[in-house]
């Protein structure tokens, strides 16, 4: 396991009160890490394993939440997209361990391209005959993280996160499509200033990319957004209600999704998305509430959108 997302999100987790067992999985590093983390005073149970010795089974069988942090990163001057080569075949692989052995799971998929790997997933757990949409979710939480911070330079708020701010579309670029109209407190961004805002939020991992210089991309704030959303998820499965995130799902598998499947014409989207005991409970559709600013740029997320998601599902049914 190398120093990226899985080292901080694994501290996170550990130190977590929710979590009682932690079972890290990786092709390297995973014995010392493991050592590692285990002398922390949590109450979480942690084991560590790698593909030898049927590593993965080992790993995942039991488990009740699996959080895909796998695969490489950006460096300067690629996409995501340019990811989609090598991280397509890591996820698939992965999931295929999910349906073998924890296919019940909640699945959270962080690894890149999110458009593009959350309907690998899907694809490889229906070919199982495993697929649960309400359980299967990509993870566009630092999207949202990245525009509450973005804000508060405006609104001036002394905690951002208290400014809730939904993101909708997907990850990367255009796709991501801020949606500051609906904010809760709203928010007054001066219109000089809002086209700046937005497209800092649709590229803000290329800000880090690029200060990182050839050394990844974002890993600390994707750890404390991975975390942020795996901890919802475990609240909301432990009976705590209202618990609402942004996070990209198969429309059609979620209570609401239907209509926006229908507005977007995207089978997969990141909305507002009630969790609950059994997972995804509704789909918000707050695509009909964007103002004509918003409309515009969700017109630009759509097409993108979608060749990304084709691109997923065509991996898994004509394997190249
Ligand atoms: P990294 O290279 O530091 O870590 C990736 C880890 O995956 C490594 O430890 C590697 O050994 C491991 N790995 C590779 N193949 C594996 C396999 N088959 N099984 C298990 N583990 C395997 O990269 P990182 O910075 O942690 O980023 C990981 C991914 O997360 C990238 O694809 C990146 O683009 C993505 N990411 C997504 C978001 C998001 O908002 N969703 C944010 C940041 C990064
Ligand atoms: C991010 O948004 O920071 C991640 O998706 C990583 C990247 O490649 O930008």
Known sequence: MKAGIGQPLSLLLKACPLVDHLSLYDVVNTPGVTADLSHISSVAKIDGFLPADDGMKKAFTG??????????PRKPGMTRDDLFKINAGIVQGLIEGVANYCPDAYVLVISNPVNSTVPIAAEVLTKAGKFNPKKLFGVTTLDVVRAETFVQAITGTKDPAQTVIPVIGGHSGETIVPLFSQ??????????????????????????????????????????????????????????????????????????????????????????????????????????????????????????????????????????
Do not use: W
Not at 63 to 72: E, K, L, T
Not at 221 to 239: N, P, W
């Open 63 to 72: 488990a009740d939440i699996v959080v895909i942090p796998a695969g490489i």
């Open 183 to 320: 904010a809760k407190p709203s928010v007054d961004i001066p219109k000089e200033k809002l086209d700046d805002l937005t497209k800092r939020v649709q590229f803000g991992g290329d800000e880090v990319v690029k200060a990182k210089d050839g050394a990844g991309s974002a890993t600390l704030s994707m750890a404390y957004a991975g975390y942020r959303f795996a901890e919802r998820v475990m609240q909301a499965a432990k009976g705590k209600s209202g618990v609402v995130e942004s996070t990209f799902v198969y429309l059609p598998g979620v209570d609401g999704g239907d209509a926006i499947a229908k507005e977007t014409g995207c089978q997969y989207f990141s909305v507002p998305v009630e969790l609950g005991p059994q997972g995804a409970v509704k789909a918000h559709n707050i695509v009909g509430s964007a103002n004509e600013y918003e409309k515009g740029l969700l017109q630009a997320c759509y097409d993108g959108l979608k060749g990304n998601i084709e691109k997923g599902i065509d991996f898994v049914k004509n394997p190249p």
